[in-house]
């Protein structure tokens, strides 16, 4: 069974780049998650969708997050402009219901210059 | 939800069993402590969960105290490749928050040969 895939696993860009982090959830998942780790702040909520719909946005730190899932098999976090200090890890998550057991992809490490 | 208390890290032998506690005093009657732990460059894995019964599976056991203020995730036979840092989460199961997440700053179980 293929897990939750996340692309690109590392991301170098320059301060002002827009980034595009995408994830393919479990097939048969209802639910998609975002997180993000830093060594700051640990790992945070950032948004989560069910049935392809945003429920909670309220971890996406500002205007410059924007989350999509066109399709139950696709979801992108997008960053524009990106700041140094979006550095981080990014997970995506999917969950066939609304339980506390969430299948996490390897993550997007992102640095920004 | 409640809040959870973990130690900062504990050490273990390889082959002997790892008893990781947690203290979640403040705990109610619907919340449920979940266990995840993440492996060095990985994304979060779920290793198991319960409401008041211990739980076994193939990875672990959950000893919950009675009063449910504490439990205990026991490893049984530890290897190296189980060094990581693991989470206990207590989630409201008829909360909004379901789902959600949050993660602390875990404790960090180094298994030595």
């Known amino acids: 069974d293929a897990g939750v895939i996340q692309s690109p696993r590392h991301e170098v860009t320059e301060m002002g780049q827009e980034v595009t982090l995408r994830c393919k959830p479990i097939?048969?998942?209802?639910?998609l998650f975002w997180y993000r780790q830093t060594m700051m702040r640990g790992l945070e909520l950032l948004i989560y969708?069910?049935?392809?719909?945003?429920?909670?946005d309220s971890g996406m730190p500002e205007d410059r997050f924007s989350a999509k899932m066109p399709n139950a098999s696709f979801s992108t976090l997008k960053i524009q402009p990106s700041e140094p200090r979006d550095s981080a890890v990014y997970f995506c998550?999917?969950?066939?219901?609304?339980?506390?057991?969430?299948?996490f992809g390897e993550g997007s490490r992102l640095t920004v210059l | 939800d409640a809040k959870t208390t973990q130690p900062t890290s504990m050490d273990c032998a390889e082959g002997r069993a790892a008893n990781l506690p947690c203290n979640h005093s403040?705990?109610?009657?619907?919340?449920?402590v979940y266990w995840y732990r993440q492996i060095h460059s990985q994304g979060p894995q779920y290793i198991i969960h319960?409401?008041?019964n211990n739980e076994t599976n193939e990875m672990a056991s959950l000893i919950i105290t009675e009063d449910r203020k504490s439990s205990t995730l026991i490893l049984p036979h530890a290897t190296l490749r189980d060094t990581a840092v693991y989470y206990c989460?207590?989630?409201?199961?008829?909360?909004?928050?379901?789902?959600?997440?949050?993660f602390g700053q875990g404790t960090i179980l180094t298994v030595h040969p």
């Open positions: 998550a999917s969950s066939p219901r609304f339980s506390g057991e969430l299948f």
């Open positions: 097939s048969g998942h209802d639910y």
């Open positions: 969708f069910n049935n392809n719909v945003p429920i909670d």
């Open positions: 403040t705990i109610s009657g619907n919340e449920y």
């Open positions: 319960g409401l008041k």
């Open positions: 989460i207590v989630i409201n199961a008829g909360g909004t928050s379901y789902g959600k997440l949050t």
